[in-house]
C-alpha cells in the first residue's frame, strides 16, 4: 500500500467493479443519444459567481459545500457541484440558442464536487449523466426527459423507484405563494438558523429532515394551490403526457429541490432501497436562469441522474448488470519464437476488430493458462516451437475446453467466423 489514500469522501474505480459504472453511464446515455440529445463537455472548473447567481447564493450548495479557490492569477474559480449552469453557460458562448431550431438538446456525463458530510451514497465527489433541453417552453419536453429517465432505469432492470412530481410555480404565482408560507413559519417554534432561512429561502425549511420541524410543518400552504392559471395547465399537460407514455408517478406537493433555479415542472427519482440518500436522480424546469447569468430569455429543463447511486440502486435490488468479457481472445506464447509470432498474430486481430489479450510476463503453460481463464476469453490461441513448425496454432475453446490446429495464415478468418 503506499502512504496515500484516497481523500475523505472519494473512492476509486477499480475493475471488475468499475465495469458495472461504464455500463450504467451507458445505459443513462443511451436513450438520450436516440432522441436527439448531442453530447456536451465542459471543464471541471468554472468562475465561482456562475454557481453562485446560478444555483444560488443561500443554497448549501453553494453557500456550504462549494470547493472555491482563487489561483495564482487571481481568478476565483470552483469546481463544478452540478452541471446545469456550466452546460447552459457553454451553450451561450457558443451561441447555440442562434444556429438553428430551439430546444438545444444536450447530454454530459462526468464528475462533480461538494464538500458535503461523507456517508453511504454520499460523496465529496460523485458522478452524474444529465440531460438539458434549452430555449423551449413546451410540456413535452418535460414530459420527454422524465420518460427518458424512467427508459434508462428500467434498461438497466430497476424496479423500486418513485418517480415524485410538482410545480414550483413561476416568476408570476410563486411570490405571492411565497410569503403566504413566510407568514405561516414566522408563527412555528424554530431555531435562529431556521428563521434565517424563512427570510431567504422559505422553501427549503419544507424540506428540513427534522421530526420536530416536520410535526409543525403539517397544515403549511402548498404551492399547489397557489399556482396561477398558467402553471396549472402547463402542469397537467406534463402529467398528462408522462401517464399517457404509461410512466407512472406520484404527486409531492412538498418536494421542493436544492437548487434556486427551479420553475414550474421539479422532479425527483428516489429508490426505496437506499436509506436517507434515496434521491437516485433529480431535475426540473428552470425557465429563469439564461437571464440570471446574463443571456437572454431561454425557457429551459433538464435532469441529472447520479451514478453511485444508480450502482447503488442495482445493488439494493440485487441486480447484476451481464457485461460481456472484455477479451474475446487470448494469445498464448510457449517459448521466444512463439512469443514474436503471437505478438503479431494479436496485432492482426485487434486490427480485425477482435477483442485480444496477449500473456504477458507469465512463466510456463500453467502460468499462461491462469491468465487466459482470469481474462474471460473465449477462445485461447496456444503456440509453440512445434506448432509454428507446422504452420498452425492451437484455438482452444475456453468452454467447452476443446482443443483445433487451425492454420496461422487463416487465424484471423477463422476466429472471426466462430466469433460471429
Ligand atoms: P441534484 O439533485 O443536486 O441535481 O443532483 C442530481 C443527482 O446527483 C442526485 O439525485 C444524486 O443521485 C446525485 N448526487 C448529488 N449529490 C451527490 C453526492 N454528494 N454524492 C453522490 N451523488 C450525489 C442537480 O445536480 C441538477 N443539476 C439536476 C438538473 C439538471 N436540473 C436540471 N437539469
Known sequence: MSTFKAPKGTYDLIPPFSAQYLAVRDAIAAPLRTSGYGYVETPGFEDVNLFARGVGE?????????????????????????????????????????????????WYSGSYYRYERPQKGRYRHFSQVGAEAIGAEDPALDAELIILADQAYRSLGLRNFRILLNSLGDKECRPVYREALQGFLRGLDLDDDTRRRIEINPLRVLDDKREAVQKQLVGAPLLRDYLCDACKAYHEEVRALITSAGVVFEDDAKLVRGLDYYTRTTFEFVHDGLGSQS?????????????????????????????????LALEAEGIELDIPAATSVFAVPLGDEARRVLFGVVTELRKAGVATDFSFGAKGLKGHMKNANRSGARYAIVAGERDLAEGVVQLKDMESGEQQAVALDGLVEAVRTRLA
Not at 71 to 88: C, H
Not at 283 to 295: A, T
Open 58 to 106: 443561500s443554497t448549501d450548495i453553494v453557500s456550504k459545500e462549494m470547493y472555491a479557490f482563487e489561483t495564482k492569477g487571481g481568478d476565483k474559480l470552483a469546481l463544478r457541484p452540478e452541471g446545469t449552469a456550466s452546460v447552459l453557460r457553454a451553450a451561450l458562448e457558443a451561441s447555440l440558442h442562434k444556429q438553428g431550431n430551439l430546444p438545444v438538446k444536450l
Open 279 to 311: 434521491a437516485v436522480g433529480g431535475g426540473g424546469r428552470y425557465d429563469g436562469l439564461s437571464e440570471m447569468i446574463g443571456g437572454p430569455a431561454l425557457p429551459s429543463v433538464g435532469w441529472a441522474l447520479g451514478v453511485d447511486r444508480t450502482v
